[in-house]
């Protein structure tokens, strides 16, 4: 997946910049698993994708939290969202249910997130 990274090593967040570019590598393997329609493929990939978003959101909001960014209980919100909607995906794919919507969803949100809501973010470290 090619998703428009923000510079944040210009904003002082080098760490949120190596994290998204991960998380879009993260992606590209699910589409690749799920194009193969590998089930243990899909499962695999998505337990990474868990494992990494949550070592990711911590990040993103240690540093929200240090320059106490106004909107980061919103954006909490979201990972949050994002975490249990994942988890329920595993769930479903453990019970054999296609990986198709798993995929769609995890496409838009990555974009959405990151070029909305992120982006907000850096707007309020620019400004």
């Not at 337990?47 to 320059?67: D, G, I, T, W």
Request: proline content about 3%.
């Amino acid at each position: 997946m090619t998703v428009p990274i923000t510079d944040w090593t210009a904003l002082g967040c080098p760490e949120i910049e190596q994290e998204h570019r991960a998380l879009a590598r993260i992606v590209s393997e699910l589409e690749a698993a799920v194009e193969k329609n590998e089930n243990a493929g899909v499962m695999a990939v998505l337990e990474q994708l868990a494992s990494y978003s949550n070592f990711h959101f911590q990040s993103e909001e240690r540093a929200m939290k240090a320059v106490d960014y106004p909107a980061i209980q919103a954006h909490i919100r979201e990972h949050r969202d994002f975490s249990a909607r994942i988890t329920l995906f595993q769930f479903q794919l453990f019970r054999g249910h296609p990986a198709a919507e798993l995929l769609d969803y995890v496409r838009s949100w990555f974009l959405t997130h990151t070029l909305a809501s992120d982006e907000k973010f850096a707007d309020f470290l620019r400004g």
